[in-house]
């Protein structure tokens, strides 16, 4: 079947929660709760449902007990219950896998279409949420990252372009590449109005590489990183904090105690004029993942989060089929040697 044969997509309003898979459920509380300061709407003894300060719908992050550390389904609010049916027909005429499940399935969740997406990641897309009580100014209450809302996840692809054309499908805008004459080695998209709801990073796949979490200051990801280095387990902090190139944001990655990897993010840019234009940053250019050109650590480009399909089980993955960003010789880079000083 041609693309134009395919019936209309979804209407995809933003990125609004995942699923986490985590081998202790107390030791996961202790980090997303306990330290970070993420708000429980619900828990019991085998799943947590956590959210930002400022969301008001049911979660932005589920933590599941498992036995094995993966990524289970990550949430996409599509805009109305016809938006459902779309999603089956467009999925299930691209051959994918998917389930309908019934209203509360997913708690706190409606009718929830769950696919198994052409790039091996399962999909979530729902239209109606519960509304939790509103924290957004209970400032007494917030604690650790204060955490607002969810941003955006980051996957690892073998193909980038693959994953930009199928994003591009499903009515993604492009905001910022990684790229050279020959190579996109990596893509920021959007359907909510900043500069993304989904990444690419070039690596194996499919694995999810970052969840990306919105806190209102810079502030936040500095006291975070206080607070982490006070209790003396700072080996959470994997990379920055710092001022991303791409998207201009201030940042920090953790790794949580299965190794999840999550960044704390604020203060990008608006990219809703339908005429929006794409930045196009040379992989050459030093300042495009650092803007202050700081090394970036070895495992951020390398360690990833292996992802769960349909029938539960880690989906194989795939070697890189293009040229790694991590192998390009750039000085300033930091993880890569000038070529010069390379044996
Ligand atoms: O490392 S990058 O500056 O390219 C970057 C990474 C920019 C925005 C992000 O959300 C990110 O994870
Ligand atoms: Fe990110």
Not at 234 to 248: K, M
Not at 268 to 282: K, Q
Not at 283 to 300: C, E, K, L, M, T
């Amino acid at each position: 079947m041609t693309d134009t044969a395919l019936p209309p997509v979804p209407d995809i309003i933003r990125s609004a929660y995942a699923t986490l898979v985590v081998t202790d459920l107390a030791e996961a509380r202790r980090f997303w709760v306990d330290l970070l300061g993420f708000v429980v709407t619900f828990e019991d003894s085998s799943a947590i449902y956590l959210r930002g300060y400022d969301e008001l719908a049911h979660h932005n992050l589920i933590l599941r007990a498992g036995r094995e550390a993966a990524a289970g389904p990550l949430g996409f609010r599509v805009r109305s219950a016809a938006d459902l049916g779309r999603a089956q027909a467009y999925f299930g005429a691209l051959g994918c896998r998917y389930e309908r499940l019934p209203a509360g399935a997913v708690r706190g969740l409606g009718e929830v279409i769950r696919v198994e997406d052409p790039l091996g990641f399962l999909i979530d897309f729902f239209d109606r949420s519960d509304h939790p009580e509103r924290l957004q100014q209970r400032y007494d209450l917030r604690r650790g990252a204060e955490i607002a809302r969810f941003d955006h996840f980051n996957i690892c692809v073998p193909d980038v372009p693959r994953a930009y054309d199928y994003y591009s499908g499903l009515g993604f805008g492009l905001s910022e590449t990684i790229e050279d004459g020959q190579t996109l080695y990596a893509a920021w998209m959007y359907r909510k109005q900043t500069v993304h709801d989904m990444a690419f990073t070039g690596g194996a796949g499919p694995r999810l590489h970052h969840l990306g979490f919105f806190a209102h200051e810079a502030h936040a990801v500095l006291r975070i990183c206080d607070i982490i280095g006070s209790l003396h387990i700072e080996e959470h902090i994997e990379r920055g904090p710092g001022r991303h190139g791409v998207s201009n944001a201030f940042y920090v990655y953790l790794r949580d105690p299965d190794g999840h990897r999550l960044e704390i993010y604020t203060s990008d840019y608006y990219t809703g004029d339908p005429d929006h234009p794409v930045l196009r940053w040379s992989v050459q250019d030093p300042r495009r993942r650092d803007f202050w050109g700081n090394a970036v650590i070895p495992s951020w480009y390398t360690e990833a989060s292996a992802v769960l399909s349909l029938d539960g089980k880690l989906q194989p993955v795939t070697e890189i089929e293009q040229q790694a960003e991590s192998a390009v010789r750039v000085g300033a880079d930091g993880y890569t040697a000038p070529a010069g000083l390379v044996e």
